[in-house]
């Protein structure tokens, strides 16, 4: 078996090589190709992962290429994980709507619109060359913003496609910690599209446990940032929200933070990498690697791996995707790109029928899914005018002249990544 890792000098990697030891049973033996155009990264992580595998006895065999078709040839799992133009685009991404008075966000609002058109011209590429090299070849996305990466996949008739995300594995992680339980023991339901959406269930040995968190969300509204935030919104509107629903929601007091921040969140990351792949290149000399830095929630490289090990063998496991809707959920369109639990097995991601949600709280969903979609349709095409409306229509812009604006200045700002505006 052969697993290409495209964006494999990514700082989350070494959490994806951590991720296989939990699913040994199905993978060990595997080629895990690492193919990345940052060959100084790429030569460290790679390090990293052949001695982290070497340390634990496994048979894994970790190669690395700066070729794209060499690191495609014959794989059977492509994970891609690639931000186009790196974290000086999403640094613009983030400032260009703030000078706006803008939310300014990589995958929210109108950050992730434009990310969104760099991300799509090139994961089109990665799949026209799996059709060629390794048709037979499951793409498993990790690369944002993966709903409207998914939607322009299955636009072009590429189908061998699971989308995952790991926000709502980290928001049941976080209840987890919350519930003094270990994650393992929970299920939750997810409803909506990426990025946008609520848990309606989260059961810990079958028995819905929300709620019980809705009681605890009053004591714990009062504390500052993530969790305060959370309980508030669960408290208002009876679901767990999805983080992002902050901006949403909460967006007066998330604009005043990020206006008065010094440093947007691309900024904080890139000051932070150089200690990370510094400790990643002593670690790799090291005859027990022990990471103390890295990138990416908990869970983020064990989702991956246990998608592509659902996959082989089979094994319908039950995880949260973005695919084609098809009924799961009865507000969207047939075909919106939704994010919902699924059953992942041989024939791919099979989407769970979930419950509805109160129209109040649809609404903004069935708006934000109407913008992905004409977002989409102006990155395949290379339509400026598409692209203003997908802008004008997003209820954190929502203002003609400043749709036009913002359009303007991030496609000048981000011309060498892309071909088709």
């Known amino acids: 078996m052969k697993i290409a890792i495209i964006g494999g000098a990514s700082a989350f990697t070494p959490g994806i090589i951590e991720g296989l030891f939990v699913e040994e049973a199905i993978l060990d033996g595997a080629e895990v190709c690492l193919m990345d155009i940052d060959e100084e990264k790429l030569a460290i992580v790679a390090d990293l992962a052949a001695q982290i595998i070497r340390a634990r006895g496994a048979q894994y065999t970790i190669t690395h290429t700066s070729n794209r078709v060499e690191a495609l040839r014959g794989a059977d799992y492509v994970l891609t994980q690639v931000r186009v133009g790196g974290l000086a685009a999403r640094a613009l991404d983030e400032r260009i709507p703030l000078q706006h008075n803008v939310i300014g966000q990589e995958t929210t609002g109108a950050g992730g619109l434009s990310f969104a058109w760099r991300s799509i011209p090139f994961l089109l590429e990665v799949a026209a060359d799996m059709r060629r090299h390794c048709p037979q070849a499951y793409l498993v996305n990790y690369s944002n913003p993966t709903g409207q990466v998914v939607r322009a996949l299955l636009s072009a008739g590429f189908e061998k496609v699971v989308a995952i995300c790991d926000e709502p594995s980290g928001v049941q992680y976080v209840l987890s910690k919350l519930m003094l339980t270990h994650n393992a023991r929970l299920e939750i339901d997810n409803v909506g599209i990426n990025h946008c959406g609520w848990l309606t269930a989260v059961r810990r040995d079958g028995s819905d446990k929300l709620p019980m968190l809705r009681s605890l969300s009053t004591i714990l509204q009062p504390i500052p940032g993530l969790v305060g935030r959370m309980s508030r919104l669960f408290k208002e509107y009876g679901y767990f929200p999805s983080p992002y ?85 009865s507000f969207l369109p047939a075909d919106a790109i939704v994010e919902v639990p699924a059953l992942v097995g041989k024939e791919g991601a099979q989407l769970l029928p979930m419950s509805g949600l109160p129209e109040q709280i649809a609404e903004l969903i069935i708006r934000v899914e109407k913008v992905e979609r004409l977002n989409v349709e102006a990155a395949l095409k290379g339509d400026f005018k598409l692209a203003v409306e997908a802008m004008r229509l997003h209820p954190l812009v929502d203002d003609e002249k400043k749709a036009e604006s913002l359009v303007r200045e991030l496609i000048a700002a981000h011309k060498p990544w892309l071909p088709q505006f």
């Open 245 to 329: 629903l902050f901006y949403y929601y909460l967006t007066e007091e998330m604009l005043r933070e990020q206006l008065a921040a010094k440093q947007t969140r691309a900024d904080i990351v890139v000051e932070k990498l150089p200690r990370i792949y510094a400790h990643y290149k002593e670690q790799a000399a090291s005859a027990k690697p022990r990471l103390r830095l890295r990138r990416g929630v908990p869970g983020h490289g064990d989702l991956a791996v246990r998608v592509i090990a659902s996959l082989a063998a089979n094994r319908g496991d039950r995880i949260i995707v973005n695919g084609l809707n098809k009924g799961a959920l």
